[in-house]
């Protein structure tokens, strides 16, 4: 086991770092302010090779998975809401990829993207009003509509989408947009699609833009559905993937996980990650504003209550960075997370950059609520990791019900594995057989 970073990472570190420092941090008291789109700063990171297609393909060839959670670091160290203006079209990615076929993976991707100096976006639509982290109960309708012909086979008939999803992600500005939309509505999260809506099909607009507290370079809409249109191919996995999904959950068969509950689970390390770098730049700011810094007790950074607190938020923050690379080692390599281990690393990444964020605050003192301070901007962009992409109360459902099924299982297996052990009556069966009697 080997917790260093390899050359090739530690370069590409430096490089995010490097792109963090000389181009968002520059603009991000600007951006936050004016709660625009950081045109310019996606568009640099495409000229530095830090946005698009070859830089997804670029992540994806590291064996330890660690340049995704080391990217998402770093940009959000700079700015977390230009860094998610940068990063937020991955989400969609990460959609199509787990859930379309070969074909629609290599045609809707790049448009997720753009190529070369072309400037793409992309949004994933599922958050609704009323099912935020509960994504079974989404409302948001897919209907069928046969050809002419009446036909319901691939290449005939088209979908009809009606809803509001709400705090996207791109919402307005999105070239491509992955909607999660209910089939079904007797099945639940069972009879959900994924359909891949184009920028200016009919039907399709940008509803209310949200007024954040935090992220607030990150453009957040409604996403409005009015009888949208798509044809038969938009559909993510193709209508026949779709029938055998719905027919096994008539049938009362188990099937694994939504598209949109798989999307989260290979991306919850990136948010993690992301979250520890508004940490992580909330800390070494505390520590630079401190250094020189004395009261009646005498220099600050030599006194003991506040050397505990730096500690402490040290700690934390390495430690969730362990619970992150762990989860983005095991989702690089395709090992299960049958221990909730992916909620694991977003819960502690956000629940600690909102815990550090406040008590970093406290030993600044009054300045620290300043809008000139950092710190207060810090404070603000971090609430949202304990809410985007499954709350922190979810997350702790999550991890506790895998838990628990994960413990049952590995009792079961314990259990098979003591009726094949010698002097039980099946153990002892088979080493009969193994060696038969002499006659």
Known sequence: MDFRLTDEQLEFQQQCRSFAAEVIRPLAERYDREQTVPWEAIR???EWGLHG????????S???GMFGVI???ELHWGCA???LAITASNLAAAGIAASGTPEQVARWIPECFGDGDEIKLAAYAVTEAGAGSDVKSLRTTAKLEPGTGGGTDAGTGEWVLNGTKVFISNGGIADVNVV???VDPELGHRGQASFVIPKGTPGLSQGK???????RASQTTEVVLEDVRVPMDHLLGGKEKLDRKLERARSGHKSGPSGALATFEITRPMVGASALGIARAAYEYTLDHLEGKSDEGGPLLEQQRVQQTLADVATEIEASRLLVWRAAWMGRNGVPMTGGQGSMSKLKAGDVTMWATTVLMDLVGEYAQSTECPLEKYFRDAKIYQLFEGTAQVQRLVISRMQRQDHQERLVAAAQVLQQAPGTATGDAMEGEKEPAPA
């Open 44 to 46: 640099a990171a495409r």
């Open 71 to 73: 990217y998402a670091e």
């Open 209 to 215: 833009k949200e007024d954040k507290i935090g992220i």
């Open 81 to 83: 809401g230009i860094a």
């Open 180 to 182: 999660v939309a209910t």
């Open 53 to 60: 297609v070859d830089h997804l393909m670029r992540m994806g």
């Open 62 to 64: 590291d064996p330890d």
